[in-house]
């Protein structure tokens, strides 16, 4: 009865270099969500995902920043020449489908994110 | 935009208190508000969901209750333990299947 999976549950990184941050929703839940946390702050939404699209992704940065949920596999938040300011912990939460049904998002432990 | 301001960031209470945690939010068109308890270094267990029809919610020692339209949640933890001690968050959703806003949290210290 797996919950959702964040691997790695660390992850360091050089100025310039790329992130991947990966996310195994629960089982039969086809809705992702990633959030963001900042030290001293709350989290932060930043792109909510169903299967090969990309639903809501206003809270995702501009640049640098994309996520995807492949038809196959896990979720993936990709950050690209990463700046100190990535540093955070990014979360990811998952839901069923099912509409009408007030259904809780299930969060992972989250990917700790550090930049050297 | 909505906003969800939890107030005071902090909070020590000794063993055996009631206590209650407030939460606050400024667009009352909520789809749901739930409450979730993090522990340091881990994530999110989410602890009661209030659709935003109900006026509240019990699981065990804890009771969430919901305002909708003066925008305020308060979750209430009876005769608190330390192992109650962790970062307690409010998160509204503004629709089915749409994003959480989180306010930053209350930490709780429950001391023996």
């Known amino acids: 009865n797996a919950g959702v999976m964040q691997n790695p549950r660390h992850l360091v990184r050089r100025r310039g270099q790329e992130a991947r941050l990966r996310c195994s929703p629960m089982?039969?839940?086809?809705?992702v969500y990633w959030y963001r946390q900042l030290p001293e702050e709350g989290l932060k939404f930043m792109v909510y995902l169903q299967k090969e699209n990309i639903i809501d992704e206003s809270g995702m940065p501009k640049e640098r920043f994309s996520a995807e949920f492949p038809k196959e596999g896990p979720s993936i938040l990709r950050i690209q020449q990463v700046v100190r300011g990535d540093s955070a912990a990014y979360f990811c939460a998952s839901s069923p489908s099912s509409q009408g049904i007030n259904q809780p998002q299930h969060f992972g432990d989250g990917t700790r994110l550090s930049i050297l | 935009k909505q906003e969800v301001t939890q107030i005071p960031a902090a909070l020590s209470v000794p063993e055996g208190e009631n206590l209650v945690l407030n939460c606050s939010f400024t667009?009352?068109?909520?789809?749901?508000l739930q409450w979730f308890r993090q522990d340091p270094g881990k994530g999110l267990t989410s602890l009661l969901l209030i659709q935003s029809s109900q006026r509240e919610q019990t699981s065990g020692r804890l009771n969430a209750s919901l305002d909708k339209s003066s925008g305020r949640s308060t979750l209430y933890i009876a005769a608190s333990q330390p192992g109650d001690s962790a970062t307690y968050l409010c998160a509204v959703e503004g629709g089915a299947n749409s994003k959480l806003t989180f306010g930053k949290g209350i930490t709780l210290s429950v001391r023996p």
């Open positions: 089982k039969g839940h086809s809705h």
């Open positions: 667009d009352s068109a909520i789809y749901n």
